[in-house]
Nanobody, 118 residues
Framework: VQLQASGGGLVQPGGSLRLSCAAS????????IAWYRQAPGKQRELVAA???????SYADSVKGRFTISRDNAKNTVYLQMNSLKPEDTAVYYC?????????????WGQGTQVTVSS
């Protein structure tokens, strides 16, 4: 099983980006999925999460600007990021609890860089 994150890049303040994270391999089901981020010199922090039932939660710093969603048919989670700020600059990682042949395992994607700068 692999998680492949994509969609990062350089964007000006106030701009938007959409991150994607696709799971592949012998997957029975995907439980909770989340996006984390880590800025230089800081700890990794939880940005947004979505349960298998579609319930969502967000860090206070991104509420109202970011939206997490999932497409279960494609085993993919998205993070729509609007009104981006320089402080959103970080490497973004997806994380998923996946039920597979070996049992329920925790997986991390490789990270995608988001840079917000003028």
């Amino acid at each position: 099983v692999q998680l492949q994150a994509s969609g990062g890049g350089l964007v000006q303040p106030g701009g938007s980006l959409r991150l994607s994270c696709a799971a592949s391999g012998s997957i029975f089901s995907i439980n909770n999925i989340a996006w984390y981020r880590q800025a230089p010199g800081k700890q990794r922090e939880l940005v947004a999460a979505i349960t298998s039932g579609g319930s969502t939660s967000y860090a206070d710093s991104v509420k109202g600007r970011f939206t997490i969603s999932r497409d279960n048919a494609k085993n993919t989670v998205y993070l729509q990021m609007n009104s981006l700020k320089p402080e959103d600059t970080a490497v973004y990682y997806c994380n998923a609890l996946i039920r597979e042949i070996a049992g329920t395992m925790n997986y991390w994607g490789q990270g995608t860089q988001v840079t917000v700068s003028s």
